[in-house]
């Protein structure tokens, strides 16, 4: 089994060394020599973690994936061009590919998945989501005879980190960043992390996965964790609740019936007894909820250079096998084809903070607006007197679009100063 | 794609339910119709959870896994016969089989992937460990290009809802377990469960495909936990510790420089900040370490019908994949063929609580007994005086025998009144 490795940066760099240091161990799972027979780089003349053996670095990618001597291609250079090119070029000419690619596998996987169909290859990407946390492989076969309702998921570490540092410490988002920063948990320039492109691309591909339908990173609701602030992980504290970016992707059964999926990424809060809501620091971790399994977790580091090639050799060694035995994997399971419904209509709980001017009468205006938008309170108390009066409400369940026509009734109401926080409330038994 | 289930008792009428509701799904996951074609019971005329259709009900189990139409057998019988003489019929028939049976898996393993690798044929048992947990497949498949160096579970039900009960109202032993019973997490004769015979099973089973080696149930080092007293659970909150019974399969490496398997089943103090520390009331989880992926857990419901039949669909669909494409899934690795390590040459510190005469020297005795054996302490303490002196030492890592020849030399010590308590440390940072 002759290997190409795409791209030798931090990910790149561990596959290479696995491969090099463990051969023989592979041999052994695989039940054949498995040997690398190229390294695709930008520049040969670059500091890389690992020696690659003379001869084997190339800055030529094309024409390493179309040797005919090669198997296995390994894409780790992230992005969309040249990675989907390059791919669609190896299963062409033949090999099987693995692939980390989160980006691009969100945004056009059904173009790699039918390519590798057509070409009877295997296709495999476990690495894109939660780093080493083999989920995808538990999604598509473990729960196979299952059916999956929901699946929850902290899977950008850099953000857990930054909320984790808020929460334990009181500080406010730009202090919890820079530490960040400084630790090499966020990069200079975090802004796919914070922003939640990075967790939407995940959810995208867990939500096609877990509902055998396809969802693509567009079709994901959005919203980073910039806006949160310390007031926020405070009052999140106060209902015992924790702050965490949050993937969300459910089946839905609409008001006629029809099922559909949703999908999206915002912070959110999670009462402290969830599971979790214990993942601390850059961790990360799948929860999903299914028919006969009930409540499952899957938790362990979410990046990084090693624990991402582990997941990735994991994938060469099963389509290594493949590959022996003249067969592939299961392909993709879009099946279900089921409507991707709008945030709108998605249904959620919000816990929203009401600066108020201290009269009578304003409590009662403010559960009205709730209930005029038939959105029922769950909670409702007021915090203070005087120039510092607040109250905190707590939604029952409601469509997002009933929630949202309600805070903008609360801010045309005269004795509401100002709406200071809004935000979901998930996770509970409701 | 014709499935014969054996047994329908909580989980076989679970699966059967299962295949009858979901047949339309199944198929479109599998490829191809999947028919249930018979369910062997013990008895036509009982109690059933599910309502079997017309006809399929047969007391001849033999004849059904011998039926040339059947491709798939899944065993939901237990214990060792006749489940092995089925699965070895229904394999050299031609069918796959599914097993949750740990019992006979842990026993005789390698009789029946024998017997599958002959007959060219699946044998899959995801379900026989922590139920509806994926856990056998990730550790085969996504960590197959990965070093696995420690496996660390709590995969009895019973036994943690006990000692959780224990840790949260301080109850002793058998208040907890007749709670227990009552609420149905235990049996009426709890052995299996309480002496750690289940766990242990569960634990050859994780050691063998953690470290490629076959490990039986018999290899296993076993304690349960009857033994652990409220005064136990109460030392280790003390030291910020709680209580588990744990299953702990270790590669070690001896003085000569040769690697072995060490796997054991015993209650341990564990870091209330370990990620398995939290697993409450009935929920199991796999802990594992490996050297690329680092630290995962996975975590859910280790027992029930629902879950446990979940994890056997999952097996089921897998396969039956497998059949259409003429293949099999990778069989038993046995390639590392390591030795098994005797419990004396395990590694681990130990918790023990001394009640010593209040005399000058005292300490300094003890002390010298730990050190005598080549036991260095981590930390002694002395609390109460007078007639209520007790000494709580906590070990560093040493061998098994050695902290064992240190508890027979303070037993021996004038000075020393009782060794009320003694108990390993898992799970810490050394």
Same mark, same amino acid.
């Given at each position: 089994? +002759?290997?190409?490795?795409?791209?030798?940066?931090?990910?790149?760099?561990?596959v290479?060394?696995?491969?090099?240091?463990?051969?023989?161990?592979?041999?052994?799972?695989?039940?054949?020599?498995?040997?690398?027979?190229?390294?695709?780089?930008?520049?040969?003349?670059?500091?890389?973690?690992?020696?690659?053996?003379?001869?084997?670095?190339t800055?030529?990618?094309?024409?390493?994936?179309?040797?005919?001597?090669?198997?296995?291609?390994?894409?780790?250079? #992230?992005?969309?061009?040249?990675?989907?090119?390059?791919?669609?070029?190896?299963?062409?000419?033949?090999?099987?590919?693995?692939?980390a690619? +989160?980006?691009?596998?969100?945004?056009?996987?059904?173009?790699?998945?039918?390519?590798?169909?057509?070409?009877?290859?295997?296709?495999?990407?476990?690495?894109?989501?939660?780093?080493?946390?083999?989920?995808?492989?538990?999604?598509?076969?473990?729960?196979?005879g299952?059916?999956?309702?929901?699946?929850?998921?902290?899977?950008?570490?850099?953000?857990?980190?930054?909320?984790? +540092?808020?929460?334990?410490?009181?500080?406010?988002?730009?202090?919890?960043?820079?530490?960040?920063?400084?630790?090499?948990?966020?990069?200079?320039?975090?802004?796919?992390?914070?922003?939640?492109?990075?967790?939407?691309?995940?959810?995208?591909?867990?939500?096609?996965?877990?509902?055998?339908?396809?969802?693509?990173?567009?079709?994901?609701?959005?919203?980073?964790?910039?806006?949160?602030?310390?007031?926020?992980?405070?009052?999140?504290?106060?209902?015992?609740?924790?702050?965490?970016?949050?993937?969300l992707?459910?089946?839905?059964?609409?008001?006629? #019936?029809?099922?559909?999926?949703?999908?999206?990424?915002?912070?959110?809060?999670?009462?402290?007894?969830?599971?979790?809501?214990?993942?601390?620091?850059?961790?990360?971790?799948?929860?999903?909820?299914?028919?006969?399994?009930?409540?499952?977790?899957?938790?362990?580091?979410?990046?990084?250079?090693?624990p991402?090639?582990?997941?990735?050799l994991?994938?060469?060694?099963?389509?290594?096998?493949?590959?022996?035995?003249?067969?592939?994997?299961?392909?993709?399971?879009?099946?279900?084809?089921?409507?991707?419904?709008?945030?709108?209509?998605?249904?959620?709980?919000?816990?929203?903070?009401?600066?108020?001017?201290? +009269?009578?009468?304003?409590?009662?205006?403010?559960?009205?607006?709730?209930?005029?938008?038939?959105?029922?309170?769950?909670?409702?108390?007021?915090?203070?007197?005087?120039?510092d009066?607040?109250?905190?409400?707590?939604?029952?369940?409601?469509?997002?679009?009933?929630?949202?026509?309600?805070?903008?009734?609360?801010?045309?109401?005269?004795?509401?100063?100002?709406?200071?926080?809004?935000m979901?409330?998930?996770?509970?038994?409701?």
């Amino acid at each position: 089994m +002759k290997v190409a490795v795409l791209g030798c940066g931090s990910v790149g760099s561990q596959v290479v060394r696995l491969l090099l240091e463990q051969s023989d161990e592979l041999a052994a799972r695989v039940g054949a020599p498995v040997e690398l027979a190229g390294v695709a780089v930008r520049r040969l003349e670059a500091a890389r973690e690992v020696e690659v053996p003379e001869g084997l670095l190339t800055t030529d990618a094309d024409a390493l994936v179309r040797r005919d001597d090669v198997d296995l291609v390994v894409e780790v250079i #992230g992005g969309i061009e040249p990675a989907r090119s390059l791919i669609l070029a190896a299963l062409e000419g033949g090999a099987s590919v693995v692939s980390a690619n +989160k980006a691009l596998v969100a945004e056009d996987g059904p173009t790699l998945f039918d390519a590798a169909q057509k070409a009877e290859r295997d296709f495999y990407y476990e690495a894109a989501v939660a780093g080493a946390i083999p989920i995808l492989r538990p999604l598509r076969e473990s729960l196979a005879g299952d059916n999956v309702s929901r699946v929850l998921g902290i899977v950008n570490g850099t953000t857990n980190f930054i909320l984790d +540092k808020m929460d334990t410490s009181g500080a406010g988002f730009e202090e919890a960043l820079e530490e960040a920063q400084e630790l090499g948990y966020a990069e200079a320039d975090p802004t796919a992390d914070v922003e939640g492109f990075d967790a939407a691309a995940k959810a995208a591909i867990l939500a096609s996965l877990a509902f055998h339908t396809r969802v693509s990173a567009s079709d994901v609701y959005r919203e980073g964790i910039t806006e949160v602030t310390a007031g926020d992980v405070a009052s999140a504290r106060d209902i015992g609740c924790v702050v965490k970016l949050l993937a969300l992707c459910e089946l839905r059964t609409g008001p006629d #019936g029809e099922r559909g999926v949703s999908a999206r990424v915002h912070p959110a809060m999670i009462p402290r007894s969830h599971p979790l809501a214990s993942v601390r620091e850059a961790y990360n971790a799948v929860f999903t909820e299914s028919e006969a399994a009930g409540q499952l977790m899957f938790y362990g580091p979410g990046a990084g250079g090693a624990p991402t090639a582990s997941a990735v050799l994991g994938d060469l060694v099963t389509i290594a096998r493949n590959r022996l035995a003249h067969t592939t994997g299961a392909g993709e399971s879009a099946h279900a084809d089921l409507t991707v419904l709008p945030m709108g209509e998605t249904v959620t709980r919000y816990h929203v903070a009401i600066d108020v001017d201290d +009269k009578v009468g304003v409590l009662s205006q403010v559960a009205m607006a709730f209930a005029e938008h038939g959105v029922s309170i769950q909670n409702l108390r007021q915090e203070g007197r005087g120039d510092d009066a607040q109250l905190v409400v707590v939604s029952h369940e409601a469509t997002d679009a009933q929630l949202r026509e309600t805070m903008q009734h609360l801010e045309q109401l005269e004795s509401v100063r100002e709406v200071t926080s809004v935000m979901r409330v998930e996770g509970g038994a409701e």
